[in-house]
């Protein structure tokens, strides 16, 4: 059963705001500002909407790291609120990231995820954070990998520096998350496909205007991109997917389209050797597919390669 979801990926740059500016006025400032960038994507009336990392942090470039602090604990959660009535008015969700301050003195650099009402459903802090952000920032590092359960689907994060380590992607294959959601002011290169590739999840990356913000099927294909005139993006994904290999399946696919037509899709991103499979009808799931053809999940597939090649007299001594 199609589950279409409209993704908005919103870039921006940080903010100029001079350090000796009034807080409460550097937060009235911020909140301005986002909503001139909001109205970008908005009338699009996306499912989710992704912001980059610190994303009402004023650019640090001329806002000395103590001043930051202190805007950070009177700024507390007044921008989040802001958000949280955006999502409330349009039924749509934010991933809002920035730091926040907690009681005990010390910081986390997280992504709140703000739902269609309004409330928060989860915050992810960030795992790995930089040196730099615990030695002189008191950012802790994050420790949990959490999936968040969304109306249309399950939803995990990451922000940054946390793309270069297999240990949460590794968390994150585990838990089968139908979207990532990413937060950074690094693009990533091809680490970004790699992660939606081998999570067998799209993803959705928001990164400050010196790099595109993109869209990215669980194939690893750039499905959609902000360009250097437009620091936005909208599109629209089928997470009713799943990937599979073209060994053995494949002599099901001519079968499959002539009875289904264009009530299924077959997409061959080239050289992979796997196709996203999508059901793009309310009549059936991509499973119910799966299960009718007697199709093989990819991450099955991989499981019987293994498990085949250590079967007693298969392998050299």
Not at 289 to 297: N, P, T, V
Request: hydrophobic share 35%; aromatic share 12%.
């Amino acid at each position: 059963m199609a589950r279409y979801v409209k993704i908005s990926c919103l870039s921006a740059p940080q903010l100029q705001v001079a350090p000796e500016t009034d807080l409460q006025e550097t937060v009235e400032r911020m909140i301005r500002y986002w909503e001139r960038q909001l109205e970008q994507v908005l009338p699009d009336r996306p499912d989710v909407i992704v912001l980059p990392e610190c994303c009402d942090r004023p650019d640090k470039a001329g806002y000395p790291l103590e001043r930051r602090k202190e805007y950070y604990r009177h700024r507390g959660d007044q921008i989040r609120d802001f958000f949280a009535e955006v999502a409330r008015k349009h039924r749509c969700y934010i991933a809002y990231s920035a730091v926040r301050a907690l009681d005990d003195g010390t910081f986390r650099n997280s992504t709140q995820l703000i739902g269609r009402d309004g409330q928060v459903v989860g915050i992810y802090n960030k795992n790995h954070v930089v040196e730099g952000e615990r030695t002189q920032g008191n950012i802790l590092y994050g420790k949990d990998a959490p999936v968040f359960e969304t109306d249309f689907g399950r939803v995990a994060c990451a922000i940054c520096f946390d793309l270069n380590f297999d240990e949460l992607r590794l968390k994150y294959v585990a838990q089968k998350p139908d979207l990532i959601l990413f937060s950074s002011a690094y693009h990533g290169g091809l680490m970004q496909q790699y992660w939606a590739y081998s999570c067998r999840a799209f993803f959705a990356g928001s990164i400050y205007t010196h790099a595109p913000s993109q869209i990215i099927s669980p194939v690893g294909e750039i499905v959609a991109s902000s360009t250097n005139y437009y620091h936005f993006v909208t599109h629209t994904v089928n997470l009713d997917s799943a990937v599979i290999h073209i060994d053995y399946n494949g002599a099901h696919f001519r079968k499959m389209k002539n009875k289904y037509g264009e009530k299924i899709r077959i997409h061959d991103p080239g050289l992979l050797g796997s196709v996203l499979l999508s059901s793009e009808t309310d009549e059936f799931t991509v499973h119910d597919l799966i299960k009718e053809f007697g199709l093989e999940l990819l991450d099955d597939y991989w499981k019987r390669a293994l498990a085949h090649r250590c079967a007693p007299g298969n392998m050299e001594p």
